[in-house]
């Protein structure tokens, strides 16, 4: 007899154990595991962009792009981002904890082809956008003619003419894209040298042999980097663009390093969040959630006495095991994700409420202790599980529907509250009538007090029925 | 023993009262979208060398306007931040363009830098006129699809008691009650503290009614035990009364223990969420007064069949 609370409380011992220590894991490793708990973009600031493919695109072109962006996203540093195909033309990137967003997005989109153009001996200035016959049709910003122009910083302008590509940019050889810091006694000047093959590279000797002392422009993504006056023929291809940042430097670094991007991408919807508001989301959230539990645990035991008392320790074991459960998959912890942990406190408190309101009915019908708690948890499960199953079916739908880019925060939450849902069925079921079933063996704890069925203004109606 | 059944009109006038106002509310005013579902874009500034009373809501709208933002609604106030208070913007403008979004922030950020000093982007969020219509779509699909899955459930899991059709329709028309209230009290609250609907709002409203169902679940589920050891003699509306009495005690406790976790979130955890904790709360709130003043009494109504009686008694009855 005994056998049959023992071996399930062991069980229970051992899953908290074992969860107690992914939670609480030392410098979040467990055995050799990152364990530390990833918080989603809205926790720790960053940004998140849906971008969509101008045109008909096949899919594995958008394959493709989306390879290219994800080496451009390692090449920024930004650690657990994600890039992500979203149905045909869709490509979603998250960059968790990036510090300038727009720059980042810039860099990512930007589609890399790098051109050399016949100015036939004008200079142009650098930052306009120019047709060239590799690209004729650039896309340019949308400028509001109504407006009037802010002297500052003018509108760009489209050059009229359509100059002739030297090179094309499907040539460049990517292996020799390179970052050079030149240190001459002028200036400091970050440069990022690069070099053509086959044909781009012999038209590129040809060219500039014929036009020594002409100007040449540098041309990325239609927009002029710089003119330099051809000094000598470039021969073998090789050349580098001089910026004046190293941050500019490093963008056309990673637009060029990881090969152009195949289409022309369109932002449709993004969302930029800041590290200080993420910060003070966290700390209101754990307030919240620590608040909430104790407030929980305070009316369980006044109200249920023992019982309640034991279903705060089946609490704790189910926030200890959700925790864990968190850390170890690891589920991204986003606000929507702790506020249907909070609400899944009140599905696991709901179902130890259903078992005792049962068990409280059972002994005012004067069964034996024992009796009554097997009573009760029999008679309580048919509304437990199907309540849990409709609020299951709720979440399964919440999630499907939250794969939608525009509405991504309500996956968390149906995650959390499924999880929340079958581990608190575990917890009603298991561990508290476990717990109670080994207390009611012992003789000390059978005082109705503790039970709160003594002095219940009720007690004559409900057994009169 | 205290009647609960044969006072079912009252409790049906209690629920008529509370969603008519906000069914005129919402025929009015409708609801105020959020950019989630109508698109648009969302700035969140912080001027942390700038008092709020310094902020000219009309001088940051024209800021906007210059750089082709025309229409921005522009809300200051003040918010704290580690204990600090600090003066804050929210503008809702136009999405951003989808060619060069970048270069409109900065350029609004520069422009708004000069007239105010340093200016942190707390959150901008932008929705484009795409995603946001397949948003709405996923939301009625969603919404449809759930009430159809919980009904189809509710049949089967009640296919030994009698008429089993007949619990899931009054737990979906329960359910139905507390989104009227809902979006009535959405409309209300919209109109009065410019309540958004947004991603959030759904979010809250589908748990809402997995909720409702959920309470609706353990009443019914008494009612349908009750019926298997159904005495000789015993009236429907006896048997359907004392389910009620009997998963009352459950029924408040587990609602004080959402009330009580809920209202920490709203008092401790965030603005973000803050809307979505009130609608929550609202929500839940009708969802235990449907299971046990509605759908339980519905099932009464629908016994008798009293839809014969309304039209020979006249209105008396249906109010």
């Known amino acids: 007899m005994r056998n049959r609370e023992i071996v399930p409380f062991l069980f229970i011992m051992l899953i908290t154990g074992l969860c107690a220590w992914i939670a609480f894991a030392p410098d979040n490793t467990w055995l050799g595991r990152d364990v530390s708990v990833r918080l989603g973009l809205d926790l720790q600031g960053g940004t998140q962009v849906l971008m969509k493919a101008d045109g008909v695109v096949e899919k594995d072109i958008m394959a493709t792009a989306a390879t290219?962006?994800?080496?451009?996203?390692?090449?920024?540093?930004?650690?657990?981002?994600?890039?992500?195909?979203?149905?045909?033309?869709?490509?979603?990137?998250?960059?968790?904890?990036?510090?300038?967003?727009?720059?980042?997005?810039?860099?990512?989109?930007?589609?890399?082809?790098?051109?050399?153009?016949?100015?036939?001996?004008?200079?142009?200035?650098?930052?306009?956008?120019?047709?060239?016959?590799?690209?004729?049709?650039?896309?340019?910003?949308?400028?509001?003619?109504?407006?009037?122009?802010?002297?500052?910083?003018?509108?760009?302008?489209?050059?009229?003419?359509?100059?002739?590509?030297?090179?094309?940019?499907?040539?460049?050889?990517t292996r020799q894209v390179a970052l050079r810091v030149t240190n001459d006694k002028i200036s400091t000047k970050p440069a990022v040298s690069f070099a053509f093959t086959g044909q781009s590279a012999s038209d590129l000797a040809t060219f500039t042999a014929a036009n020594i002392q002409k100007p040449m422009c540098i041309v990325l993504d239609n927009v002029i980097v710089s003119c330099p006056v051809v000094q000598s023929a470039l021969i073998g291809g090789s050349g580098e663009i001089t910026t004046n940042a190293r941050a500019d430097a490093e963008k056309i670094l990673n637009q060029l390093k990881y090969g152009s991007l195949p289409i022309t991408l369109s932002i449709e919807s993004s969302r930029t969040v800041s590290a200080t508001l993420g910060a003070n989301s966290v700390q209101a959230s754990i307030v919240a959630g620590m608040v909430g539990l104790i407030i929980v645990a305070l009316f369980m035991i006044i109200y249920y006495r023992l019982p309640g008392l034991l279903a705060t320790v089946a609490l704790i074991i189910y926030s200890i095991i959700i925790f864990a459960i968190h850390k170890l998959i690891p589920i991204t912890l986003t606000l929507s994700g702790i506020a249907g942990f909070i609400l899944s406190i009140g599905l696991a408190v709901d179902a130890n409420v259903l078992i005792f309101a049962r068990l409280k009915e059972e002994l005012r019908n004067k069964r034996s202790l024992l009796r009554a708690v097997d009573a009760g948890f029999d008679e309580a499960w048919p509304a437990i599980r199907d309540s849990s199953a409709s609020t299951l079916i709720t979440s399964a739908i919440l999630f499907v529907f939250g794969n939608s880019f525009g509405v991504s925060l309500i996956k968390g939450?149906?995650?959390?509250?499924?999880?929340?849902?079958?581990?608190?069925?575990?917890?009603a079921v298991v561990v508290t009538r476990t717990f109670l079933r080994l207390i009611v063996r012992n003789e000390g704890l059978h005082s109705p007090w503790l039970y709160e069925i003594s002095n219940d203004p009720d007690l004559q109606e409900q057994s009169a029925v | 023993m205290k009647n609960i059944v044969s006072l079912r009109y009252i409790w049906f006038l209690i629920s008529l009262l509370v969603i008519v106002p906000g069914?005129?509310?919402?025929?009015?005013?409708?609801?105020?979208?959020?950019?989630?579902?109508?698109?648009?874009?969302?700035?969140?500034?912080?001027?942390?060398?700038?008092?709020?009373?310094?902020?000219?809501?009309?001088?940051?709208?024209?800021?906007?306007?210059?750089?082709?933002?025309?229409?921005?609604?522009?809300?200051?106030?003040?918010?704290?931040?580690?204990?600090?208070?600090?003066?804050?913007?929210?503008?809702?403008?136009?999405?951003?363009?989808?060619?060069?979004?970048?270069?409109?922030?900065?350029?609004?950020?520069?422009?708004?830098?000069?007239?105010?000093?340093?200016?942190?982007?707390?959150?901008?969020?932008?929705?484009?006129?795409?995603?946001?219509?397949?948003?709405?779509?996923?939301?009625?699909?969603?919404?449809?699809?759930?009430?159809?899955?919980?009904?189809?459930?509710?049949?089967?899991?009640?296919?030994?008691a009698p008429n089993p059709l007949r619990y899931g329709v009054c737990a979906l028309i329960?359910?139905?009650?507390?989104?009227?209230?809902?979006?009535?009290?959405?409309?209300?609250?919209?109109?009065?503290?410019?309540?958004?609907?947004?991603?959030?709002?759904?979010?809250?409203?589908?748990?809402?009614?997995?909720?409702?169902?959920?309470?609706?679940?353990?009443?019914?589920?008494?009612?349908?035990?009750?019926?298997?050891?159904?005495?000789?003699?015993?009236?429907?509306?006896d048997i359907v009364n004392h389910s009620i009495v009997q998963t009352l005690p459950r029924s408040i406790n587990t609602q004080l223990t959402s009330i009580f976790t809920l209202t920490a979130l709203l008092l401790f955890g965030g603005v973000t969420i803050r809307n979505l904790v009130l609608v929550l709360l609202i929500g839940l709130i009708s969802g235990t007064y449907s299971s046990i003043f509605n759908a339980s009494q519905l099932l009464v109504v629908w016994e008798h069949q009293e839809w014969r009686t309304w039209f020979r008694r006249g209105s008396s009855a249906e109010a």
Request: with cysteine.
């Open chain 1, 413 to 427: 939450f149906a995650l959390t509250l499924a999880l929340g849902i079958l581990l608190s069925l575990f917890t």
């Open chain 1, 68 to 173: 290219v962006i994800e080496k451009r996203v390692n090449g920024l540093g930004v650690s657990e981002a994600i890039v992500q195909l979203s149905g045909k033309d869709r490509i979603i990137v998250e960059l968790p904890g990036v510090r300038d967003p727009e720059q980042a997005i810039e860099t990512l989109r930007g589609t890399g082809r790098l051109e050399f153009i016949d100015t036939k001996g004008k200079f142009l200035n650098e930052g306009t956008i120019v047709r060239t016959s590799g690209n004729p049709e650039p896309k340019v910003p949308e400028v509001d003619a109504s407006k009037p122009v802010d002297p500052a910083n003018p509108q760009p302008t489209v050059s009229p003419e359509v100059y002739q590509s030297i090179t094309d940019g499907r040539d460049l050889d």
């Open chain 2, 23 to 160: 069914a005129i509310y919402f025929a009015l005013y409708g609801l105020r979208t959020g950019i989630d579902f109508a698109g648009g874009a969302l700035w969140d500034l912080h001027f942390t060398t700038t008092q709020t009373k310094d902020l000219n809501t009309e001088k940051i709208g024209a800021i906007f306007a210059q750089n082709g933002f025309e229409g921005a609604q522009v809300q200051v106030s003040t918010v704290k931040v580690d204990g600090k208070e600090i003066a804050s913007a929210v503008v809702r403008t136009k999405e951003l363009s989808a060619t060069a979004p970048e270069q409109q922030q900065r350029t609004i950020l520069a422009a708004l830098t000069k007239a105010y000093g340093e200016v942190n982007r707390e959150s901008l969020q932008s929705v484009g006129p795409t995603v946001s219509a397949e948003a709405t779509r996923s939301a009625a699909i969603a919404v449809l699809g759930a009430c159809v899955a919980i009904l189809i459930y509710l049949t089967v899991a009640f296919r030994k």
């Open chain 2, 174 to 237: 329960a359910m139905l009650h507390d989104v009227l209230v809902v979006l009535g009290m959405a409309a209300i609250l919209g109109h009065f503290i410019g309540l958004e609907v947004d991603a959030y709002f759904l979010t809250a409203l589908l748990t809402i009614i997995s909720f409702s169902v959920h309470d609706t679940i353990v009443v019914f589920d008494r009612i349908r035990e009750n019926l298997m050891h159904r005495r000789a003699g015993e009236v429907f509306d």
